[in-house]
């Protein structure tokens, strides 16, 4: 592709590529230069200062609004030979998120390929900081000559995530990559650093500020029949200012326009634009086509469905189009048909309705809420609503929009919708309430739990309640319940909602949910079998709404996990990861994680579980906090059947913590105390082991523990009368208990039977590790019977560490001290299944990076290959892995 033919490629960003997946919400509008007007004069020499500057990596065209700014950008665009990308930011990037996914749109233009991969992890963190990485690891892979992107009218708050990850970007920006942000005031970047090590270039208002004859020759352009000594006195007194020349050329027309003066304090230049708007530029212009200025001024955009409707007129676009026409800045933006005006005309337009007619302008803003958010975009008919004063719409609309939205990663929008409506809603408001605390359960656990306390009142017996709203307020309940650690109630106060509410619980999303609550306590009490009635009839319920069809995909790869089904879980995995990643349900994704994870440590595969378990134990999630504490009790137990005591502790600690300040309720503890007479007794602490099992809230395994305590108090003759009197509720507590029962048998035939039983469901399952934890007795046990057990299960189960047995890793270890942190933990996934390529997206590193390590290890541990140090890796399993430096430090 030559030069010219790659500018044009890269300026026309409109035609998606093929690997543009998740950037479909991003207009392409906001991809491409709009085309300067006509009467803009051209200025070379602006052109030239940006073509040096843009030699540098990151340079900042600042200056106030009306400077030129864009258009400057526009006319350098045009003229540049260098391929560059093009993004026009606007109110609806206001979300972090969202300004990234448009960054990501941009970058495709000039670097095909580089935005899938980032954009669909920020969809599915809902952080911004690992897919930049991501994005600037690709980037730096790599060769191209110098291209730019253009990031137009950039406005960010200070200390804000899109400051943060914008910063980490600009400060490691590949060599052959140049940025280019125009904002009305300096970004919240390291200006003073880059500018120290010459990274930086500035434009500002002096550079930009027209010379007297380029502001004559605009007027002349704007204002043809101007006299000449009109001309010179008018460009002399607008000093520069653009958007003075501009208004100075419309107001022309009038026969008593006024001179204007330049680029005024910020307080003054409003009132001023305003007077100047009304009384200059429409004044004189027909009444139907300021009419629909005024009207539609209250949106960023307006296409002619949205004009109409808020205009009050059939003819609202051919009045926008009159307007573009006569030159009252207003652009049609091609090709979506929609109209731009001039920000600083519709503030004006707005602040002078607001100051005469304040009610006027919440109407239109209702009216736009209602058209936006029937038309599918309730982001920015939330923006319109909170403007308006509608606290209470705003808070239906966020309540039935709030998963969607947290889930494609705008919790942002949610946390500060919230934060403006919280404060009007009254707490004898029941509907409102019960909206404010479904959206706080997104945001912030702990508020929500609160919320839902402070309505106990609302659930007496004795108050006339309606039915919807009991319904409604017990499925809140069931909410609190469930995340305090406390499944089952909250299954059964989901249960009452739903036969309190009746056949309408499918026309309500929040009483709906109550199916999935349902769904997730069968699923954490280790007893989801697909074939069971009550599963069927969750599953058949649940498949009524689509929305909640598709999360139940992960409660049901949990359940299955739990259950002792690892292989039928990692099916349901395999199959919902599509699913996961298009749609970004992050509670999916969080559930299919945990439930792969799990099923990959049953099946024998630690070196795949472990970095997984790692990841989701320092990863909070405000909706399913039990997978955040299943990971913790997963590797405790991880490291226990390694031998690493330690290890164990630590991350027994971590669980024991979220237990203590968040997880309170019975399950959550029981599954603490389960764990923790585990530990007691592998370090021969039986009293606290005792202790621990008296916490146990479970039949089963208040059974299984107290048997354990007695073998290891030598009591083996009690242990056959507490099993006996416990009901396995699934495949694995049937292994556990027949194990058990075949250590304490009365005689060796006894025995065999009992463990012949195991076997049989655990090699029929998959199941390696709940086997392996019984020890080398029984494992030694079933060896003696290898000739009746399945060769492969027995192959998989020889490979596992089993508990009690430390591997020998002093030679391992000793080889192992001379690599970097990053090299150990590169290391430690080479047991994995996942390939070079998945290796680096997982560490945020390039596969080039990842490869120069990988010739480091191999040479400090005297290795051939990827297999030979996979086996030392295994010997290092049980050992704890040290911190791993975040992706933005790594360079």
Avoid at 312 to 322: E, H, I, P, T
Avoid at 603 to 622: H, K, Y
Wanted: proline share 6%; charged share 25%.
């Amino acid at each position: 592709m030559t030069r010219e033919r790659e500018s044009r490629a890269g300026a026309d960003v409109g035609a998606a590529p093929p690997g543009r997946r998740g950037l479909a919400s991003i207009y392409q509008a906001k991809l491409r230069p709009a085309v300067n007007s006509a009467y803009l004069v051209p200025r070379p020499r602006l052109v030239d200062m940006l073509d040096r500057a843009v030699q540098t990596p990151l340079t900042l065209v600042v200056a106030p609004a009306g400077s030129g700014k864009t258009s400057l950008l526009r006319d350098w665009a045009g003229r540049t030979g260098l391929p560059h990308a093009w993004l026009s930011v606007d109110e609806s990037d206001r979300d972090p998120a969202q300004l990234w996914l448009g960054i990501l749109a941009a970058l495709e233009g000039v670097a095909p390929g580089c935005a899938e991969r980032p954009a669909r992890l920020l969809r599915q963190r809902r952080t911004l900081l690992p897919p930049v990485g991501m994005l600037l690891d690709d980037l730096e892979t790599r060769s191209y000559d110098p291209r730019v992107l253009v990031i137009d009218d950039l406005e960010l708050e200070d200390g804000g995530a899109a400051t943060a990850a914008l910063s980490m970007f600009v400060q490691h920006l590949p060599g052959w990559l140049r940025v280019v942000v125009a904002s009305r005031r300096t970004p919240p970047l390291p200006v003073d650093r880059l500018r120290a090590r010459g990274m930086l270039s500035e434009v500002r208002y002096p550079e930009l500020r027209f010379s007297d004859d380029e502001s004559v020759e605009m007027l002349s352009r704007l204002a043809p029949a101007m006299p000449a000594d009109r001309l010179d006195e008018t460009a002399r007194q607008a000093e520069g200012w653009a958007a003075s020349i501009q208004l100075a050329g419309l107001a022309a027309r009038s026969a008593d326009a006024r001179t204007v003066p330049g680029a005024p304090r910020q307080d003054v230049e409003d009132r001023y634009l305003e007077d100047y708007v009304w009384h200059e530029v429409l004044r004189g212009e027909p009444h139907d086509v300021v009419e629909v200025l005024a009207s539609t001024a209250v949106v960023d955009r307006v296409g002619p469905d949205l004009a109409r409707v808020l205009a009050g007129r059939d003819d609202a676009a051919d009045l926008l189009a009159l307007a573009e026409e006569r030159g009252l800045f207003t652009a049609r933006i091609e090709p979506s048909g929609t109209y731009e005006m001039h920000a600083l005309v519709r503030k004006a337009l707005v602040a002078h309705q607001h100051r005469r007619t304040p009610e006027r302008v919440a109407d239109l803003h209702r009216i736009a809420a209602r058209w936006f958010e029937q038309d599918g975009q309730p982001v920015i008919a939330l923006e319109h609503l909170l403007r308006a004063g509608e606290h209470r719409d705003g808070l239906r609309l966020l309540a039935a929009c709030v998963t969607q939205l947290y889930d494609s990663g705008r919790e942002d929008t949610v946390r500060r919708t919230v934060a403006a409506v919280q404060e009007s809603v009254p707490p004898a408001d029941l509907a409102a309430t019960i909206d404010l605390a479904w959206c706080r359960l997104y945001t912030d656990r702990a508020r929500f739990v609160q919320t839902v306390d402070d309505l106990a009142p609302w659930t007496g017996d004795d108050l006339d309640v309606d039915p919807t709203m009991r319904a409604r307020l017990e499925v809140l309940q069931a909410l609190a319940s469930t995340v305090r650690g406390d499944w089952a109630g909250g299954a059964r106060l989901a249960r009452s909602a739903l036969a309190t509410i009746g056949d309408a619980w499918l026309l309500d999303p929040l009483v709906r949910y109550g199916w999935n609550l349902v769904a997730r306590e069968i699923a954490l009490a280790e007893r989801w079998d697909d074939t069971s009635t009550e599963v069927r009839k969750v599953v058949f319920a649940i498949s009524a709404a689509p929305e909640r069809r598709v999360a139940l995909e992960g409660t049901r790869a949990l359940g299955h996990a739990l259950a002792g089904h690892p292989v039928d879980a990692l099916r349901l995995v395999a199959g919902a990861r599509q699913a996961s990643e298009a749609s970004n349900l992050t509670v999916l994704h969080t559930e299919l994680l945990t439930a792969e994870a799990i099923a990959d440590r049953e099946i024998g595969d630690a070196s795949a579980a472990l970095p997984v378990l790692m990841r989701l134990a320092e990863t909070g999630s405000e909706p399913v906090p039990h997978c955040r504490l299943l990971a913790c009790l997963e590797l405790a137990r991880s490291w226990l059947d390694g031998g690493d005591l330690g290890a164990a502790e630590r991350a027994f600690s971590q669980a024991r913590q979220i237990v203590e300040t968040e997880f309170t309720g019975p399950a959550g503890g029981s599954w603490l105390a389960r764990t923790g007479a585990l530990l007691a007794l592998a370090d021969g602490r039986l009293g606290e082991a005792r202790r621990w099992v008296a916490r146990v809230d479970d039949p089963f395994w208040a059974g299984v523990k107290t048997s354990r305590v007695l073998l290891a108090e030598g009591d083996a003759g009690a242990v056959s009368d507490v099993l006996r009197g416990v009901e396995p509720r699934c495949v694995r507590h049937h292994v556990v208990r027949d194990l058990l029962l075949s250590r304490v048998a009365t005689s060796p035939a006894e025995a065999e039977a009992h463990l012949l039983r195991a076997v049989e469901r655990a090699s029929a399952h998959g199941l390696v590790q709940t086997v392996a934890g019984e020890g080398p007795e029984v494992v030694e046990s079933i060896e003696r019977l290898a000739w009746r057990v399945p060769q492969s299960w027995l192959a998989r189960l020889r490979r596992v560490p089993l508990a009690g047995t430390a591997l020998s890793t002093a030679p391992t270890l000793e080889r192992a001290r001379t690599l970097t942190d990053r090299q150990l933990g590169i290391l430690r996934m080479l047991p994995s299944r996942l390939t070079l390529r998945e290796i680096a997206d997982e560490l945020y590193i390039s596969v080039n990076t990842l490869k120069f390590h990988l010739k480091v290890i191999y040479r400090e541990l005297d290795c051939a290959s990827r297999a030979e140090a996979s086996e030392l890796a295994r010997a290092l399993a049980s050992l704890p892995p040290r911190p791993q430096p975040s992706s933005t430090r790594r360079r």
